[in-house]
Nanobody
């Protein structure tokens, strides 16, 4: 599967943004999907993940209650709705995939290119 992230941009603190990650291929629904981010000078970190059917979701503590991950298997797309954005959310955001949750939240083998989110204070 190939992943293409989009939707990044510049937003003021307190604002919202929705990221999308479109996947190629007909096996999208067999993948657990995730989002990671990498801020300048920092290591890449896990943000959120979602199970194959969308029934299970997982979040980093830093975004819990503010971000929502969802997926549309008919459109081969996973989303990350980001609300109440803070300056510390500024980062390049990447979507990722694997067949197992345990791998997606730690070291997924499949990555899309990043999309830059900049939150101005």
């Amino acid at each position: 599967v190939q992943l293409q992230a989009s939707g990044g941009g510049l937003v003021q603190a307190g604002g919202s943004l929705r990221l999308s990650c479109a996947a190629s291929g007909r096996t999208f629904s067999s993948y657990v999907m995730g989002w990671f981010r990498q801020a300048p000078g920092k290591e890449r970190e896990f943000v959120a993940a979602i199970g194959r059917s969308g029934g299970s979701t997982y979040y980093a503590d830093s975004v819990k209650g503010r971000f929502t991950i969802s997926r549309d298997n008919a459109k081969n797309t996973v989303y990350l709705q980001m609300n109440s954005l803070k300056s510390e959310d500024t980062a390049v955001y990447y979507c990722a995939a694997d067949s197992r949750v345990s791998t997606v939240v730690t070291n997924p083998p499949l990555w899309g290119q990043g999309t830059l989110v900049t939150v101005s204070s």
